[in-house]
C-alpha cells in the first residue's frame, strides 16, 4: 500500500458555552480545525484532525497548518501509511519540530493501518484494557456562581471528575475552591489547573491552604524547572501538561520524579507514534495518564480514545469528551458518552469520518486524490 495523495481541510469548531476561559487572561469561543485526508493505491482512505486551542495555549498554530503540510506531503506521498515510525522518521527529517502538523498525518496513517488490517486502532496499540473510560469534564474559569452551577450540572449530568481551571487572584482561587468543595461527593477526582499561571510562592500558597482537600495540582507554573522546584514542597499530588513537550522531556520528568501524573495530548507529540511511546513509558514507571488533546471534534476525540482504550485501566485518570465541547461535529462516528463515560465501536481504523459539507475547500491538495 502506497500514499498516493494528500488532502487538508479546516473548519471552525464554536464552544458550546459563553467563553472557554483560563489563567493569563485567555478567552476563546471558537477554535479552527485542520482535517487531513491520506489516499492510498488501494482505494483505502484515512483521516487525521488537530485543533490548537488556541495560539496562546502550546506551540501549535492553526494557520500554520497547511504550510507545514504542503511541506509535508512530498516526503509523505509514495510511503506506505502503515510503516507508522519509518514515517514519522521521515517527517521528522523533513521538517523540524512542528509536531501538530505531524500529528495529522500521523493519526491518518493510524486509521489506514486500521483499516487495511480490519481491525480498529486500540487493537494495534496494545489491545482493549478499559472498555468504560472516564471522562473529565472542564469547568471554565468564571465568576464562582457561575463555576459553581458549572459544577453542578456536570455532576447530574454523570460526570465525577473535574477540571477545574484557576487563575484569579490566589486568595479568591483559593476561598472558590473552599465553595466549591462543599459539595465534593464520594469517589470524584478533582484537578485544579492552573495552565501555568502561576509563580512558585503562590502556588506554594494556595496548596498550605487547601492541603486537606483531596486536588491534583495541575500545572502550577510555567517552567519545568518552576514545577519540579515546588513538587518538593507541595501538599497536593502534581500533574504535568504544558512544559512536557517531547519524548525527552517526559524521560526527564520521569528521572526526576517531577510529576504524580500528567496530560498526554497526542497532538502535543506529533501523534499516536510517540503518544504510544510516551504512554508506554508511563504505565512502566506507574504513572497514570489523562490521555486526551487541546481541542477536536470527532476524528480527534477517536484517536486519543484509542490510545486511552487501550491504556491498562490501573494508569488511565481519565479522557475527555472533546467532541461535545462543540456546536457541531465534524465527523460521524466519534466515540458514545453515557453518564460521564465513553466507549468506542468496533469497526476498522478510527471509526469516524468526515462530514465533508461542514469543511472548508481543500487548503492543501498533493498529489492524487482519486
Request: with cysteine; aromatic share 8%; charged share 20%.
Amino acid at each position: 500500500m502506497r500514499i498516493t495523495g494528500l488532502a487538508a481541510y479546516s473548519s471552525d469548531l464554536h464552544y458550546d458555552g459563553t467563553a472557554y476561559a483560563f489563567a493569563g487572561g485567555r478567552s476563546y469561543q471558537h477554535f479552527t480545525s485542520t482535517v487531513v485526508v491520506l489516499t492510498t493505491d488501494e482505494g483505502l482512505t484515512g483521516f487525521g484532525e488537530v485543533c490548537p486551542c488556541g495560539p496562546s495555549y502550546m506551540p501549535a498554530f492553526a494557520g500554520g497548518l497547511p504550510a507545514c503540510l504542503e511541506e509535508l506531503a512530498p516526503h509523505v506521498i509514495g510511503e506506505d501509511p502503515r510503516h507508522t515510525s519509518r514515517l514519522h522518521r521521515k517527517m521528522d527529517r523533513a521538517l523540524n519540530g512542528h509536531a501538530y502538523a505531524k500529528a495529522a498525518i500521523d493519526i491518518a496513517c493510524w486509521d489506514l493501518l486500521g483499516k487495511a488490517a480490519g481491525l480498529p486502532v486500540h487493537v494495534l496499540l496494545g489491545g482493549l484494557l478499559t472498555e468504560t473510560m472516564p471522562l473529565h469534564r472542564i469547568v471554565p474559569l468564571s465568576d464562582p456562581a457561575a463555576m459553581a452551577a458549572s459544577l453542578d450540572a456536570y455532576r447530574k449530568a454523570g460526570f465525577r471528575h473535574f477540571q477545574v481551571k484557576l487563575g484569579h487572584d490566589v486568595d479568591e482561587d483559593i476561598a472558590m475552591m473552599r465553595c466549591l468543595a462543599d459539595g465534593w461527593q464520594h469517589g470524584e477526582v478533582w484537578v485544579g489547573d492552573i495552565n501555568g499561571a502561576w509563580r512558585r510562592d503562590q502556588v506554594a500558597r494556595f496548596s498550605r491552604s487547601l492541603q486537606d482537600l483531596d486536588l491534583i495540582l495541575e500545572q502550577p507554573c510555567a517552567s519545568y524547572e518552576e514545577c519540579l522546584s515546588f513538587r518538593q514542597r507541595a501538599h497536593h499530588p502534581i500533574k504535568l501538561d504544558e512544559c512536557l513537550t517531547s519524548v525527552a522531556d517526559v524521560q526527564r520528568a520521569l528521572k526526576d520524579d517531577a510529576m504524580d501524573a500528567m496530560a498526554l495530548k497526542v497532538s502535543k507529540f506529533g501523534g499516536l507514534t510517540p503518544s504510544r511511546l510516551i504512554r508506554d513509558l508511563c504505565v512502566a514507571a506507574g504513572i497514570p495518564m489523562t490521555i486526551e488533546d487541546a481541542w477536536g471534534s470527532g476524528i480527534a476525540t477517536a484517536a486519543y480514545a484509542h490510545l486511552a482504550a487501550s491504556t491498562p485501566t490501573p494508569y488511565l485518570l481519565n479522557t475527555t469528551d472533546l467532541h461535545r465541547y462543540n456546536t457541531t461535529q465534524l465527523a460521524h462516528g466519534a466515540p458514545e458518552v453515557t453518564c460521564g463515560t465513553m466507549r468506542l465501536s468496533n469497526r476498522p481504523g478510527l471509526g469516524a469520518e468526515p462530514d465533508f459539507s461542514l469543511l472548508s475547500v481543500p487548503l492543501v491538495t498533493a498529489g492524487s486524490l482519486n
